[in-house]
């Protein structure tokens, strides 16, 4: 969808009490221009929707990217795309494809993974490569990470989501514009960050959610965060 028809539910749903529903007629060609406040709420409401956009793909791993880790050595830091958002498993890039565990505060380590090398992410966008695997004569590691969405600024312009997350989008952008007025605890906007972790979880019981709760088959357990 648009970002435009999010709005629309927005205004006439959840945001409707707030004083940024006034964004004006969302058509492509307006019979009224727009004016300067209601061009104001709109980016406010473009905003909301990046950041819903940004946590569903982080908690979902809706958009999967590659990065490969040439002459692997250890405690060798290598520096992560800017897009990264999260690890989702590693592997030696040979024919066996044999994972890697990575170590970091989203995923568990079980058995049956190769102990000898691992990848630590002790920061934002820094990878650490330790351990050596003298059996191995590979000489590249991919790792495949969640990468961030593409930020829209306009209107017309599409988050490029399935429909299966709207309610988590809406409610997520919910959240963000009633953060804005309230930090409060037990103001409205937790109230709605409720909503979006219950939406969350009905998207991964019925089975229709991204790689958050999916098993890999080295059995590499990913707890999902956001």
């Given amino acids: 969808m648009k970002a435009s028809e999010y709005i629309n539910y927005l205004v006439n749903g959840e945001t409707y009490k707030l004083a940024i529903q006034d964004v004006g007629d969302l058509a492509v060609n307006p019979a009224v221009a727009v004016t300067t406040l209601q061009e104001t709420n709109r980016q406010k409401f473009i905003n909301y929707l990046n950041l819903a956009n940004l946590a569903v793909h982080k908690r979902f791993h ?3 990217k590659q990065y490969e880790i040439d002459n692997p050595t250890n405690d ?3 520096v992560l795309p800017d897009d990264f958002l999260a690890p989702v498993y590693a592997y030696y890039n040979d024919n066996d494809k044999v994972e890697i565990p990575i170590k970091d505060t989203y995923r568990k380590i079980v058995d049956n993974v190769d102990t000898a090398v691992s990848l630590l992410i002790p920061e934002p966008f820094k990878v650490t490569v330790k351990g050596t695997d003298t059996a191995k004569a590979t000489t590249q590691i991919i790792l495949v990470y969640a990468a961030s969405p593409t930020v829209i ?4 312009h599409s988050l490029n989501i399935s429909n299966v ?3 988590a989008v809406l409610n997520y952008a919910a959240y963000k514009a009633y953060s804005a007025i309230s930090g409060d605890i037990k103001a409205e906007n937790n109230s709605y960050y409720l909503r979006y972790e219950s ?3 009905q998207v991964i019981t019925s089975g ?3 790689d958050n709760e999916t098993e890999t ?3 590499l357990v990913d707890n999902g965060f956001i």
């Avoid at 600024?153 to 017309?156: A, D, M, Q, R, S």
């Fill in 217 to 219: 088959n080295t059995k």
């Fill in 165 to 167: 997350y709207t309610e």
């Fill in 153 to 156: 600024t306009k209107v017309n």
């Fill in 208 to 210: 229709l959610g991204g």
């Fill in 62 to 64: 809706l958009l999967q």
């Fill in 199 to 201: 939406n969350c979880r």
């Fill in 76 to 78: 060798e830091d290598y």
